[in-house]
T-cell receptor
Framework: AQKITQTQPGMFVQEKEAVTLDCTYDTSDPSYGLFWYKQPSSGEMIFLIY??????QNATEGRYSLNFQKARKSANLVISASQLGDSAMYFC??????????????FGKGTKLSVIP | DAGVTQSPTHLIKTRGQQVTLRCSPK?????VSWYQQALGQGPQFIFQYYEEEERQRGNFPDRFSGHQFPNYSSELNVNALLLGDSALYLC???????????????FGPGTRLTVT
């Protein structure tokens, strides 16, 4: 069964330092998309970054970058220069093909990131 | 430009009752997906509506049903509520059903349902 694994329930990082949040995935389908979302205590899921399975380069969006290692089936999120506002839950998700032109988003259990002043 | 809105924000129901949650998609979006997020878990896909039809469904019982209206807004209905239905229910909207390269799914703030 396809699934997403986030092995770090919680992480701490000093303000202005970089942090890596781990994500591994399992699928036999060559066509998929990988996402990271941020969920503050307010509950809304905020899209951070996306990586397609056929993309040759690692995705970057401002302070966020995705370390995509296809052979190892990992898609780690790197946040550079952490800010206090980065404290939140972070979810890794995979968009899997469920049929002709039909995809479904599957989430991991999340990592709670706490940024220390 | 209004984002995805959901109502109500919080809801308390008794076991066995029925509940209806509502979602208005982001302006210009025509597809709505619903997710259930239990405490301490990631969201789980319930179903997706496009062109007023259910297009995809996750592993949820028939007690969970939905509807999409001509203005693209959507409702999630849950019958015969169980204690285990207590969760944050998230609605997400997009322009067209998600494809492989899809990245434009926007989430609402959710409705927190408590079943006692």
């Amino acid at each position: 069964a396809q699934k997403i694994t986030q092995t770090q329930p919680g992480m701490f990082v000093q303000e202005k330092e970089a942090v890596t949040l781990d994500c591994t995935y399992d699928t036999s389908d060559p066509s998929y998309g990988l996402f990271w979302y941020k969920q503050p205590s307010s509950g809304e899921m905020i899209f951070l970054i996306y990586q397609g399975s056929y993309d040759q380069q690692n995705a970057t969006e401002g302070r966020y970058s995705l370390n995509f290692q296809k052979a190892r089936k990992s898609a780690n999120l790197v946040i550079s220069a952490s800010q206090l506002g980065d404290s939140a839950m972070y979810f890794c998700a995979m968009n899997l093909r469920k049929g002709a032109g039909s995809y479904q988003l599957t989430f991991g259990k999340g990592t709670k990131l706490s940024v220390i002043p | 430009d209004a984002g995805v809105t959901q109502s109500p924000t919080h809801l308390i129901k008794t076991r066995g009752q029925q509940v209806t949650l509502r979602c208005s998609p982001k302006s210009g979006h025509d597809t709505v997906s619903w997710y259930q997020q239990a405490l301490g878990q990631g969201p789980q896909f319930i179903f997706q509506y496009y062109e007023e039809e259910e297009r995809q469904r996750g592993n949820f019982p028939d007690r969970f049903s939905g509807h999409q209206f001509p203005n693209y807004s959507s409702e999630l209905n849950v019958n015969a509520l169980l204690l285990g239905d207590s969760a944050l229910y998230l609605c997400a909207s997009s322009l067209g059903p998600p494809g492989q390269g899809f990245r434009g799914q926007y989430f609402g703030p959710g409705t927190r349902l408590t079943v006692t």
